[in-house]
Nanobody, 115 residues
Framework: QVQLVESGGGLVQPGGSLRLSCEAS????????MGWYRQTPAKQRELVAT???????SYADFVKGRFTISRDNAKNTVYLQMNNLKPEDTAIYYC?????????WGQGTQVTVSS
């Protein structure tokens, strides 16, 4: 069993940056996909970015060029660097680790973009 714990959320002004971290209690090297998702009260949970075990990345169109996902298997940690944040990026951000027969979620971290 793997537990995922997110951190790094907070309040930031428009145009600012935050880096989210997702630390796994176990080894994430064996987890094929790691991803970041977000959810607001008005929307269903949506995909932000994913990264495979060999660091192939994929992004939602609304974050391309602004967000970067990365993973450090030695530290059992996945990161989401978020730059040029906009008010519409305000959401709870969740970390997910999944594969063919497993699916792990973190508890989420709040990101608020406001002046």
């Amino acid at each position: 069993q793997v537990q995922l714990v997110e951190s790094g959320g907070g309040l930031v002004q428009p145009g600012g940056s935050l880096r989210l971290s997702c630390e796994a209690s176990g080894r994430i090297f064996s987890i094929y996909f790691m991803g970041w998702y977000r959810q607001t009260p008005a929307k269903q949970r949506e995909l932000v970015a994913t990264i495979t075990r060999d660091s192939t990345t994929s992004y939602a169109d609304f974050v391309k060029g602004r967000f970067t996902i990365s993973r450090d298997n030695a530290k059992n940690t996945v990161y989401l660097q978020m730059n040029n944040l906009k008010p519409e990026d305000t959401a709870i951000y969740y970390c997910r680790g999944f594969g063919d027969d497993y699916d792990y979620w973190g508890q989420g971290t709040q990101v608020t973009v406001s002046s």
